[in-house]
């Protein structure tokens, strides 16, 4: 989005929304997210490394309801 002044934002660290796509496996609390194939997506990270490639850690758990494609998560940023 922009501010007031037509300058460009973004959120790069400390806590807000992040939206995840559904990849088929539930995310738990402190899960690690980096961008997926879906534009203005993240997926859930395979592993618990993190990396210059991961973009936040979720702070709320999701459990995926049948045919739901994404969901707004709470999240902590790690870029900067």
Known sequence: GKDSNGM???LALGTGWILVVN??????????VVSSATPGHTELQLDDVKRASTVASVSESVVWLPLEISRKV???YLLG
């Open 74 to 76: 709470a999240c902590r």
């Open 8 to 10: 460009d934002m973004a």
């Open 23 to 32: 990849t088929g496996q539930d995310i738990p609390v402190g899960s690690y």
